[in-house]
């Protein structure tokens, strides 16, 4: 099969990584909202909820994006090699949490012990946290690299495991103002996740990024804010001031805030993940005279 042959401007600028697919965002979709429901199912455990469901549902999610990623990898057995960085690697680092997740998630289902269960949700929120630092630390991706990323990803991943909490609600509390402690707590976590959506967006229009990357983070920006949170937040709304069956409307309220951070994540790891591409700070001129502007090919915003 003959090579597709390059235009010029393709060959300078930006290109789309096609390294981390599917499975990979997988982990980060999973991942992040396993990590959150941990961290929110141990604040539940303190006001006496048996939480034992949502740590095994946790757990699986974690697991699961895990498993993922080990399928991606050409030779599975190699991925112990992952733990060889600890003092520099965050993918190490998550590695390393994994199993503390793992172990105080199993002794916290086996002797229900408040101490291993509030353990598995430090260790869930640490998992959130590291995830957050594997896309940032990742330079040659300017849409990952961007500041205003990891505060985003760690949001997200938070208000989709209060979500997730909102879901099972009904079904684990027997309370109504259990269950409006949850519409309470999610709607707020919402409203954190949409300020800080916005502003990475907007520091990345204002930085300036690849084109492709602004136009996919784009596409999903209305579906996200109106249904993965407008929505969800007046169905939370409805929750909170006790309208009728208002239990029921925590399941579609969650479910609604976990997909729309699941489309985002999947949207940044796969479809706006562009290479920096060639670039120059300014143009270089002979003798005197002032510098020229900034060269970067296929960039959109404020270069």
Request: net charge positive; proline share 5%; hydrophobic share 55%.
């Amino acid at each position: 099969m003959k090579a597709k042959t390059l235009k010029a401007g393709e060959r300078i600028g930006p290109r789309q990584q096609h390294h981390w697919d599917w499975r990979a965002a997988s982990n980060f979709i999973a991942g992040g909202a396993g990590g959150g429901l941990l961290a929110f199912a141990a604040l539940a455990s303190l006001a006496g909820i048996d939480v034992r469901a949502l740590l095994l549902g946790g757990m699986a999610l974690i697991g699961a994006g895990l498993t993922c990623v080990w399928f991606e990898i050409g030779k599975p057995w190699r991925a112990l090699n992952v733990y060889r960085h600890l003092a520099t690697s965050w993918m190490t680092r998550e590695a390393a949490v994994a199993p503390l997740v793992f172990g105080c998630g199993a002794l916290a289902l086996l002797t229900g012990h408040s101490l291993f269960v509030l353990l598995t949700g430090v260790f869930g929120a640490a998992f959130v946290y590291a995830q957050a630092r594997i896309l940032s630390a990742d330079k040659g991706i300017p849409a990952w690299r961007h500041p205003r990323c990891r505060p985003m990803l760690v949001a997200t991943g938070f208000a989709e495991g209060a979500a997730l909490v909102a879901v099972a609600s009904p079904f684990v509390m027997t309370s109504a103002a259990g269950q409006l402690g949850v519409a309470a707590v999610t709607l707020g976590l919402l409203l954190v996740r949409v300020l800080a959506w916005r502003s990475y967006l907007a520091g990345l229009r204002a930085d300036g990024a690849p084109e492709g990357s602004l136009r996919a983070l784009a596409a999903v920006d209305g579906p996200f804010l109106k249904f993965g949170n407008l929505l969800a937040a007046a169905l939370l709304l409805l929750a909170a001031l006790g309208a009728p069956l208002a239990g029921l409307a925590l399941i579609p309220a969650g479910l609604l805030a976990v997909g729309g951070g699941w489309l985002v994540k999947y949207t940044l790891v796969r479809r706006a993940a562009f290479t920096q591409g060639f670039a120059l700070p300014h143009l270089p001129v002979r003798g005197r005279g002032p510098a020229g502007a900034a060269v970067k090919p296929g960039w959109g915003g404020a270069n």
